[in-house]
């Protein structure tokens, strides 16, 4: 009996020591992706919100009658084609009479961004009493100046490894301690579209271009995966060809992306000859794309549904349809909505099949329709990191940060709908 008991004891305690081993690995297992997760979104956001401010430099804008207006007309047209390009460098100029050199002017008058030009037309535009007067005004600092500002470690670099060499430093510099230098909010990034200089970019193109995009792959999964859903589930008779279907289905979940990228470039620009780069087509093939995931997480809400709704709806006299349509349906709706907004927030995140249709290009115009010319928040990532502009590299995290904030807002109306309005049985 002794001899029992020891064993019995010497067994629970293999077991619990076997329990305790599991545990503390699945605790190390858990630690480690906390860990990896944090030093990713720290990363991200350290070097990502330096983008949400920009460089503004202080100068005296003289408006100059003879360049924006010489016949003193004050014709809107005339205007509108002033050199206020010109405007900007007699300003630098001014604030550095030194500088006599064309080469040293030329560096100069870079300090300056080029979408000021169209700011200061606006501003006459705007109140044409500014002609012939100076303003003091906070104009935008270029990608260089801007990244110079932003890092200071980079004033102690060698000249060879700076972004600007030692007189263009000492400009900076200048303007640094006379307090004509600031950090402003970087308006253009929620304003504007893509550009070539880093200042001047922005993400309302490609969000436009991604709002767009998932209202075509919603208006055209969402009803046909619930209807196929509802159908195989609940109406079809079981029989090879049903069963092929739903094999079908569950391998088409588990397709790579690219590959429905391959199928919307053969279809739909190939084929149907639609525009290229265009909303509506990108809807299209994430709309192929996120299909077998809301039709498979129809399914499963509607086998939730226990067989006593649909009996009790039979015992009264409706119809299968009619059950199915009154009372298991409304009653899987949230499952259903749950499993879209998953499958939505993953079309979010899509980027491959989208590169195959054209929505790759450069976009500098912000798009008003379905039919134009756009782009999506991870692709205008991928266009960011892939560009050699040291100031890309704060955009590129800042367009993660934004993406992210989408990813986590719609993974967490999932959650909501599924707590709120999911019945227990």
Not at 51 to 80: H, Q
Request: proline residues 4%; glycine residues 6%.
């Amino acid at each position: 009996m002794t001899n029992i008991t020891e064993k019995i004891k010497l067994s629970l305690s293999k077991r619990q020591r076997s329990e305790k081993r599991f545990k503390f690995l699945g605790f190390i297992g858990i630690s480690f992706a906390i860990l990896f997760l944090i030093i990713i979104l720290y990363s991200i956001f350290s070097q990502g919100q330096s983008a949400f401010k920009s460089t503004y430099i202080e100068l005296n804008i003289f408006f100059d009658e003879k360049i924006i207006d010489v016949e003193g007309k004050r014709d809107i047209e005339d205007i509108k084609f002033a050199n206020f390009r010109k405007i900007i460098t007699n300003s630098l100029d001014n604030y550095f009479p030194e500088v006599e050199k064309r080469e040293e002017k030329r560096k100069l008058h870079e300090f300056i961004s080029s979408s000021e030009e169209k700011n200061l037309m606006n501003l006459v535009l705007s109140d044409q009493e500014l002609i012939g007067k100076s303003k003091r005004l906070w104009l935008l600092a270029s990608s260089t100046i801007d990244v110079i500002h932003k890092n200071p470690e980079m004033e102690r670099i060698v000249e060879s490894d700076r972004l600007v060499d030692d007189l263009e430093l000492s400009w900076f510099k200048t303007f640094k301690e006379n307090g004509n230098l600031k950090f402003g909010f970087n308006k253009n990034f929620f304003s504007k579209a893509d550009s070539t200089e880093p200042e001047q970019a922005g993400v309302l193109g490609s969000m436009l271009g991604s709002f767009f995009t998932l209202l075509i792959t919603l208006i055209l999964s969402f009803p046909i995966a619930v209807a196929a859903g509802v159908f195989l589930e609940e109406l079809a008779p079981k029989n090879r060809f049903t069963d092929f279907i739903e094999v079908n289905i569950n391998n088409l979940a588990a397709v790579p992306s690219i590959i429905f990228g391959l199928l919307g470039l053969a279809i739909f620009l190939n084929v149907m000859h639609l525009p290229r780069s265009a909303p509506i087509v990108g809807g299209m093939v994430l709309a192929l794309m996120t299909l077998p995931t809301i039709i498979i997480a129809t399914r499963a809400s509607l086998k939730a549904v226990p067989p006593s709704i649909r009996e009790a709806a039979i015992g009264l006299g409706a119809t299968k349809f009619q059950t199915v349509n009154h009372h298991v349906l409304p009653l899987s709706m949230p499952g259903i909505l749950t499993g879209t907004i998953i499958g939505m927030s993953q079309a979010l995140g899509e980027s491959a099949p989208l590169l195959m249709i054209g929505m790759v290009a450069f976009i500098v115009d912000i798009p008003g329709s379905f039919t134009d010319s756009a782009t999506v928040l991870p692709v205008q990532i991928y266009l960011w990191k892939s560009t050699a502009a040291r100031g890309f590299l704060e955009l590129t995290a800042a367009g993660v940060m934004v993406l992210l904030t989408f990813l986590i807002l719609m993974n967490g109306l999932a959650v909501f709908v599924r707590q709120k309005f999911e019945k227990k049985w």
